[in-house]
Structure formats: structure tokens, C-alpha cells
Nanobody
Framework: QVQLVESGGGLVQAGGSLRLSCTVS????????MGWFRQAPGKEREFAAA????????KYVDSVKGRFTISRDNAKSTVYLQMNSLKSDDTAVYYC????????????????WGQGTQVTVSS
């Protein structure tokens, strides 16, 4: 069984930065493609970013391109989401997810989920 634990969320002013971390335990993290999703109050869960097993391929939702960077360190079993130039629209609970399939923007393809970390951007 795979466990995912997110950290790094918090309150930040618009224009600021945060780095989220997701630690993978229970299985070798390099066996999984990883994704970050987010859910704002009253809205559906939304894809933010994904990364392949080796980190060679990444993808982003258009609204975060150029501002967010997903990366991974398989030696540390950790996936990161560096978020810069944050906007109030980025306020959400951010979830880390793992899949045995290829990295995807489709949340239905992910097998394991963390509990989420709150990111609040004040304007």
C-alpha cells in the first residue's frame, strides 16, 4: 500500500511563493507517475500538474503554466510543486496523487491520494 503525505501549504500574499512537498512511502516512488490536483471551495477537483516516473516529462494546466513547476527526487521519495506568482484563484486544497499508469491530467487514473494541504492566497 502506498501512502502519500503532503506538506508546505499555508497562507501567502498574492504574488508570493510556496513549495509543496509530497512524500511517498510504502512502495518505491519511482514506480509511480505523480500528479498534483487542487479543489477550491464549491468547485470540482482540478488537475494542476503531473510528472512521469523519471521526471523527464511534465504537464500543466494552462492556468499555472509559467508559474508552477513540478519536480521529483526519487532518492528522497518526494515530489514537489513550486508555486510562484500566486493568485487568489490558486486558493484551494492541494492533493498529491500517484498512478501506475502514465502521468495524466485525469484524476480517475490515479490510484493513491494524499489527504491534502491547504493553500490560501490573500489579495
Amino acid at each position: 500500500q502506498v501512502q502519500l503525505v503532503e506538506s508546505g501549504g499555508g497562507l501567502v500574499q498574492a504574488g508570493g511563493s510556496l513549495r509543496l512537498s509530497c512524500t511517498v512511502s510504502g512502495r518505491t516512488s519511482s514506480n509511480y507517475a505523480m500528479g498534483w490536483f487542487r479543489q477550491a471551495p464549491g468547485k470540482e477537483r482540478e488537475f494542476a500538474a503531473a510528472i512521469s516516473r523519471t521526471g523527464s516529462r511534465t504537464k500543466y494546466v494552462d492556468s499555472v503554466k509559467g508559474r508552477f513547476t513540478i519536480s521529483r527526487d526519487n532518492a528522497k521519495s518526494t515530489v514537489y510543486l513550486q508555486m510562484n506568482s500566486l493568485k487568489s484563484d490558486d486558493t484551494a486544497v492541494y492533493y498529491c496523487a500517484a498512478t501506475t499508469k502514465s502521468s495524466s491530467s485525469d484524476y480517475r487514473l490515479y490510484d493513491y491520494w494524499g489527504q491534502g494541504t491547504q493553500v490560501t492566497v490573500s489579495s
